[in-house]
């Protein structure tokens, strides 16, 4: 059972969630900053991972493999409602019409996915 948790778990992040983020890496900043805030985005990234990494034995301690399972189960369905809610669709645009939109502000005026 535990097994089967952890690919589970492993498996939805790296077909879900992770892609999304690197996506939205790739589009949300204006050029003139993008290589630049993509490298301290992903280097907080990374500090998240070596915190996770860090102290999941100690969750495991204080809660359990259960509820550490439980734990990241609630947060990955907080992480789709966010970004389905949150999240602009980004399909068929291309990177300077982003990067308009990113400048203007119309970027934050959420466009659900139809």
């Known amino acids: ?38 490298g301290i985005s992903i280097f907080c990234l990374w500090i998240a991972n070596a915190f996770l990494g860090l102290y999941f034995p100690s969750l495991i301690a204080a809660t359990g493999i259960t509820g550490t399972f439980f734990l990241f189960g609630v947060v990955g ?22 990067e308009e939109d990113v400048t203007t502000g119309a970027i934050y005026t959420v466009h659900h996915k139809k």
């Not at 790296?14 to 996506?23: D, G, R």
């Open 77 to 98: 369905i907080l992480a789709l409602i966010f970004i389905y809610t949150q999240v602009p669709e980004t399909r068929g645009r291309t990177l300077e019409a982003l």
């Open 1 to 38: 059972m535990i097994l089967f948790l952890v690919v589970a778990f492993v498996g939805s992040m790296q077909t879900f969630l992770n892609i999304a983020v690197w996506v939205m890496l790739s589009e949300i900043f204006p050029l003139f900053i993008r290589g630049f805030a993509t």
